[in-house]
């Protein structure tokens, strides 16, 4: 049965109902579906991923703001931001965000996840967490011991190589930054070529990986289209979810689970919609109050970056090369008889951590992402200049945001508040790498391609106008997470088995649950949470 024909008789009466079918709903999906004895409904706000630009990784520049399939929610003007409201886009078609990704794939630092264990979620620590990431890729790179060579999931190396992002890292070398073979080895400390969820030629979603391939699971069935407004709770149990398509309001029923992975913004939405938050909040707009959970959309986390460019004196930057049309179609044939050339990158092609004056016993605090082109935001036009782009983050920031709904519909966007550059070490650690970046373009080796710096440029030269320049131009990594936290304590919204507090039956499962966010990109570190969320839910079923 294709996914379009599912009627709604056979929408009720399932073991499990998923929410969301993104980077962690995927996973969910096949590994719960593995058992022919275990029914799964998936039910996804987007549509199918068959558009060509979703396929290519190059497209990410096409589709990162197409609302075809992705969902553009905007942060509140703040301080932060010198008054501006940010535009964060999130996957809405199927794999979600990994649909939408610039590819980049990074576990994150050993320390992260032993952080996660101290904050209370007992069983994340990085020991702990290892045989996960593992399990779930193929790396095609050099053997390694830590790395999986028989998951699902496709991971690359770097398949482009541009000889300006070369002499940069050249230049971080002699700027004192070791080499970092790939940043997943437990530590995103020096520079180097970043890895890709990229197979062959194509982007690896999680949809690509985990969920194409058990489509015709006559177990499984995929919804897609279809909005989740609210958790059904009867008795402190979640017993289904109430869901709009077309106009009509349906309801589905789980015998055994409800799990939400609906995303760091719409788990958090559902949740409060469903009656299990912050008591004034659903007091205010006339929700009935299942749960008064205070911490549920708390504890809001992203990177925040500040982008440096510099013009080149050579004509070696991406910006040139798409003005040749020769040029662009040897691109192409690149693409399509060796599958390696800038067709098969997002956006970020190297890069590494670094540790400012702040960081603890030489734990990266900065992250490095460095590209051979120049706009003034993704999906813009390259600059007629021969630009090149260095940006730089604080790898875990000290700021905490929230979100909460602004009215009881469903299919408003809620409130959503990051407080960036909050704090104090938040703003002196952006600042520190904002200058590193400076030193670096000084190194011999980007010297010698070195014209002018462009952005912030010269009138940005005391700490203070660096930080301004952060303030006024800045942007997220599109790294939101942590608003349905995991912990040991009462006040957590998820126990460390990701079930939510004061419900029976009700599962968070997706970037939502992580205490603090981990030092680099975090898909990785999603679908990690993905599988592991699985093996918990399948033992107790077992237990
Ligand atoms: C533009 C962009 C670039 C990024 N680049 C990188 C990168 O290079 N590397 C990296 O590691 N990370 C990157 N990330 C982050 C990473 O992709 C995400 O953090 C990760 O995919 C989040 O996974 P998730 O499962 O929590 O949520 P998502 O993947 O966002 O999935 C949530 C799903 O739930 C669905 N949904 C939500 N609400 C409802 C509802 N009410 N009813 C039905 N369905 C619903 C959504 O449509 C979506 O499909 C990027 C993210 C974005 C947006």
């Known amino acids: 049965m294709s ?39 998936l039910l996804e706000a987007g549509e199918w991923d068959r558009n060509y630009w979703l396929k290519l990784p190059v497209g990410y520049v096409k589709t990162v703001f197409d609302k075809r399939f992705s969902r553009q929610f905007q942060t509140e003007p703040e301080y932060g931001t010198a008054g501006r409201s940010l535009i964060w886009p999130r996957g809405r078609v199927i794999g979600g965000s990994s649909s939408i990704n610039a590819l980049l794939f990074i576990r994150g630092q050993s320390q992260d996840f032993d952080d996660w264990q101290a904050a209370g979620a007992k069983g994340w620590s990085y020991e702990d967490v290892l045989p996960y990431f593992t399990r779930i890729e193929t790396y095609s ?144 707009h006339g929700i009935n109050i299942k749960v008064d959970a205070p911490s549920v959309g708390q504890n809001l986390q992203d990177h925040y970056m500040a982008r440096t460019i510099v013009r080149l004196n050579k004509p070696q930057s991406l910006n040139d090369e798409v003005r040749n049309p020769l040029r662009l179609m040897s691109m192409g044939l690149e693409w399509l008889f060796k599958g390696t050339g800038p067709l098969t990158v997002g956006a970020g092609q190297v890069g590494g951590g670094a540790c400012s004056e702040f960081a603890i016993e030489g ?26 782009t260095a940006a730089v983050y604080q790898s875990r920031p000290e700021s905490r945001g929230y979100l909460e709904i602004k009215s009881d519909d469903p299919l408003a966007d809620p409130r959503i508040t990051p407080n960036y550059l909050s704090t104090e070490l938040d703003q002196k650690t952006l600042v520190a790498g904002v200058k590193m970046l400076r030193d670096i373009y000084q190194q011999p080796a980007f010297k010698s391609l ?7 440029g010269s009138s940005a030269a005391s700490d203070e106008d660096i930080l301004k320049f952060a303030r006024n131009s800045g942007g997220t990594v599109f790294h939101p997470s942590g608003t349905c936290r995991a912990g040991g304590d009462t006040k957590s919204v998820v126990d460390p088995d990701l079930k939510v507090r004061g419900v029976r039956g009700l599962r968070v499962i997706d970037a939502s649950i992580m205490p603090q966010i981990p030092s680099g990109n975090i898909n990785a570190a999603t679908l990690m949470i993905g599988e592991r969320g699985a093996e918990k839910i399948i033992k107790s079923a077992q237990s």
């Open 3 to 41: 996914e379009q024909e599912t009627t709604k008789e056979n929408l009720d009466g399932y073991d499990y109902i998923i929410v969301g079918a993104g980077s962690a709903g995927c996973v969910l999906a096949n590994r719960l579906s593995a058992d022919p004895n275990c029914s799964v409904l």
């Open 141 to 284: 790179g050099r053997a390694d011991a830590g790395r999986g060579k028989a998951g699902e999931l496709s991971v690359s190396d770097l398949r482009n190589s541009n000889p300006s992002c070369q002499a940069w890292i050249e230049a971080a070398k002699q700027y004192g930054l070791p080499e970092n073979d790939g940043f997943n080895g437990g530590s995103n400390y020096g520079v180097g070529a970043f890895q890709l969820t990229i197979n062959n030629r194509w982007r690896e979603s999680a949809s690509v990986a985990f969920l194409h391939p058990i489509r015709s699971r006559p177990n499984l069935t995929v919804q897609t289209g279809v909005h989740v407004s609210k958790v059904l709770i009867h008795n402190g149990k979640a017993t289904g979810v109430e869901w709009m398509k077309g106009g009509h309001v349906l309801v589905s029923s789980a015998d055994q689970e409800v799990i939400l992975s609906a995303g760091a913004i719409q788990s958090p939405q559902i949740l409060q919609l469903s009656g299990v938050g912050p008591k004034n909040i659903l007091k205010r």
């Open 363 to 388: 734990r990266a605090d900065l992250q490095f992402t460095v590209m051979p082109f120049s706009a003034d935001k993704a999906g813009d036009p390259l600059h007629r200049y021969s630009g090149f």
């Open 450 to 456: 070195y014209d002018k710096e462009i952005v912030p």
